[in-house]
């Protein structure tokens, strides 16, 4: 099985620029009520994830936080908590299914280092759910 019937490609996926604000992630946190996403750095490349979580640990270990500091540091100054690993397109399905046991979705880069989507631990569960169903007609 190819791993790009799987993917949902980078511009029907949630990410943040590797530079963008504190604020700006707390923002779109808030607004797409999401709790980890990509972080890419300008040219496309896939950086890291960021979680709600890095981000309240950050502001609890900075006893100055304020809205100033939050929008004058770049959400890749936050140290990352549990970050996400990101697989090569070619990788064969095993390996998305084995890291899907961790992360809830997998970033799926090309051979630069480009991100290009994600694989969704529920869209690993609902493929495979249809094909228990077809072969045993459920």
Known sequence: ?????LLTPKDKTFYLDSKSTIRQALEKFDRYKFTVVPLID?????????SEGDILRYIKNNS???????ESQCVDCIEKYRPYKALDIS????EVIKLSF???FIPIIDDRGMYI??????????YFYERFKKQYNI
């Open 1 to 5: 099985m190819n791993i790009i019937a």
């Open 42 to 50: 300008k040219e496309g490349h896939y950086m890291a994830t960021l």
């Open 64 to 70: 100055h936080f304020d809205v100033e500091l939050a």
């Open 91 to 94: 990788c064969p399905i095993q």
């Open 102 to 104: 961790e992360q809830n």
């Open 117 to 126: 989507g994600i694989i969704k631990r529920k869209g690993i569960i609902k």
